[in-house]
């Protein structure tokens, strides 16, 4: 066995590609392991940690990437397979460009461009996006750990610019019909949407497609946009900007629970809309008032449906639409409640995304008599003390920080999310599954067919074992995502995955599989 090491010297790759690049790398039968990292101290400690740091991979400084293989021999065949990965070819030529060595100059090279997307280490990412705002470019800001200070200070530098901030953390948006970072191919319409949370955003936009209406521009602020510190920077300005805009007739804005004085902010900037305005703050108390233009919500799955209402004119009551659409499932209810165990009474939500996982422990809250514990909980006496080992009631944000370090995000890479899957399964008190599956742009290429042999296996297992298991997901995505959104829903069907038509139908299907 042999670890071979190769530095390439002032070579920044995205974090994905580079994870990605690995996976594909563990795949070869003679590579015991690999890492694509860039020579960052933080790295350099989680390639110690796997027993991957070499002298020569000490040596390489932040800007370059560090290229480690474990495998039994050929190691620099499989460092020249990695590299490759990184510079594809293009019709047996090796891509040649001449590209701008920053910002500013790729916006002189090219006037007509008007936004950056900037995915890179947080500790640069905070400059170069004062450099693309100061070039006149509106930002995507889809990097994390960049401090509040420099949002702050970023965010107001854009008004200053009559631009915009997205992020930092945004990961999705949806501009003039494309969508960036992780997105959907939705329909255009004259719904703008406003969202302080990136799966939140995704859910609404493709439940609108869905239900016959469609999206205007949907724009993501990051999630700490509607904090006190940050006071809703961005949220404020792209509301103006969308009022302004002739093709949106109605807003959705969507966030987690702002704080107390941002939120009556809010409402007070959005009273006098003469667009229809619908508010979705997950959970939130939020006042008994009357408005013919404002439209409380508390899911994100109300939210989409009276927007999709609002411009397709459907007069139908919503509320009522979806108990309909929950009375069809209690068949399915008395059928699996008679196949758990006495020992069975633990459901365990199991996300990619952070919003749905909130989402889902909304409902759970008003739902269950029993707390429901998370490494993301609606309330800090709910915090999970060992996110290595479920108890009782439980919902995981596997995109938090604690589980994406040196690892793809679970939108991307399904394996953590696999394991832990298999570990809830072995549980005896494991009756309820829940996941998310989220298709389209800049996700994993076919989740549904990864977590459908997982599920297969951990069924088999658990009949084996005597015991049932309930399975229930949804998916977010349209027909048109490369992944299909019915060929997604079908692959999870024949695992015997019981697919709902929305996140927070499957969390109300989940609770009541498990209450009292």
């Known amino acids: 066995m042999e670890i071979k090491t190769r530095i390439l010297k002032n070579q920044y790759h995205d974090s994905v590609a580079l994870m990605l690049s690995a996976k594909q790398l563990k795949q070869h039968t003679g590579v015991i392991d690999a890492a694509l990292m860039m020579g960052t101290d933080a790295n350099k400690d989680l390639l110690k940690q796997g027993g991957l740091l070499t002298e020569e991979a000490r040596t390489a400084k932040a800007n370059d990437l560090i290229i480690v293989i474990q495998c039994e021999n050929d190691g620099e065949k499989y460092l020249d397979i990695a590299q490759s990965s990184l510079f594809p070819k293009v019709q047996g030529e090796q891509k040649s460009m001449s590209l701008p060595g920053t910002v500013r100059s790729a916006a002189q090279k090219h006037p007509d461009l008007n936004l950056a997307v900037i995915s890179i280490a947080g500790a640069y990412a905070a400059r170069e996006a004062r450099e693309a705002l100061a070039s006149g470019l509106h930002v995507l800001l889809f990097s994390d750990n960049v401090s509040l200070e420099d949002e702050i200070a970023l965010k107001r530098f854009a008004l200053q610019q009559n631009r915009l901030l997205m992020g930092p953390g945004a990961g999705t948006a949806i501009i003039n019909g494309i969508g960036l970072g992780f997105a959907n191919a939705v329909t255009r319409g004259s719904i703008g949407i406003v969202s302080a949370a990136g799966t939140g955003l995704q859910e609404v936009s493709t439940l609108i497609s869905k239900h016959g209406a469609g999206i205007s521009q949907a724009i993501g602020t990051g999630g700490r946009d509607l904090s006190k510190e ?3 920077l961005t949220f404020f300005a792209t509301i103006e900007a969308l009022q302004a805009d002739p093709q949106t007739e109605v807003l959705a804005l969507i966030s987690k629970p702002p704080d107390e004085a941002v939120t009556k902010r809010l409402i007070e900037k959005i009273k006098p809309s003469h667009n229809k305005v619908v508010l979705c703050l997950l959970g939130a108390q939020l006042p008994d008032e009357k408005n013919a233009n404002l439209f409380f919500t508390r899911t994100l799955e109300e939210c989409a449906l009276t ?22 499932l209690q068949p399915v209810i008395s059928k699996w409640k008679k196949m758990f165990s006495a020992d069975q009474r633990f459901l365990r939500g199991l996300f990619s995304g952070g919003t749905l996982c909130y989402e889902a422990q909304v409902i759970w809250e008003e739902r269950l008599s029993s707390p429901v514990v998370s490494n993301a909980p609606l309330e800090k006496q709910h915090h999970l003390k060992d996110t290595a080992c479920s108890q009782g009631h439980c919902a995981l944000d596997l995109g938090e920080e604690e589980f994406t370090v040196g690892r793809p995000h679970p939108m991307i890479d399904n394996e953590l999310r696999i394991q832990r899957l298999r570990q809830e399964a072995r549980d005896p008190q494991t009756a309820v599954i829940m996941l998310d599956v989220v298709i389209g742009f800049g ?10 042999e997982a599920i297969k296996g951990s069924v088999k297992a658990t009949h084996e074992d005597q015991r049932h298991i309930a399975f229930i997901a949804s998916v977010t995505g349209t027909e048109k995502d490369p992944q299909g959104y019915s060929r997604s829903v079908k692959t999870l069907e024949d695992a015997g995955v019981i697919v709902c038509r929305s996140n927070a139908q499957a969390a109300r299907l989940a609770a009541a599989l498990v209450e009292d």
């Open 230 to 232: 940050v006071g809703g």
């Open 307 to 328: 927007s999709a209402m609002l411009v397709t004119e459907d007069t139908a009551d919503i509320l009522l639409t979806i108990r309909q659409h929950d009375a069809a």
């Open 443 to 452: 996700a994993n290429q076919d989740p549904a067919a990864e977590l459908a």
